[in-house]
């Protein structure tokens, strides 16, 4: 029973995200590194903006199309990874996609609201959808460093 509690409130967080998407909308400045990424099986597209100062992501911007899934977390995760510095954004990055596979991950890292994306790990075929997002940070992030 609290199971499907937790459950309910996790699919009104989603929900939440979805319908009311926050840091939604590109900017044109150059100063932001753009990354696109697509999930052919189920027609998403998100466009990642990251803007990096002094190894802080002080602005994090999404837009995109696709299921509730790809597009709520493209919102999750630039709320939650805004104002992070680039080593921290990474390790959450790790830790959540450690969640979406089903692996043991930090909960406390991830308490404030990726945790929501638990269940994912029970549907093979929305997996993409959940880290559609976060792939597109942690590649920009990444090839950042280089
Ligand atoms: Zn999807």
Known sequence: MIKMNMNNLYRQVIMDHYKSPKNKGLVNDAGYLTVTLNNPSCGDTVFMQLKLEDDVLVDIRHEGTGCSICCSAASV??????????????????????????????????????????????????????????????????????
């Open 77 to 146: 995760i630039s709320d939650v990874l805004k104002n992070k510095t680039k080593a921290d954004a990474l390790k959450i990055l790790e830790e959540y996609h450690y969640l979406i596979q089903g692996k043991e991950y930090d909960k406390e890292l991830l308490k404030n609201d990726l945790i929501v994306y638990e269940g994912v790990s029970q549907f093979p075929a929305r997996v993409k959808c959940a880290t559609l997002a976060s792939k597109a940070v942690e590649k920009g992030l990444v090839n950042k460093e280089e």
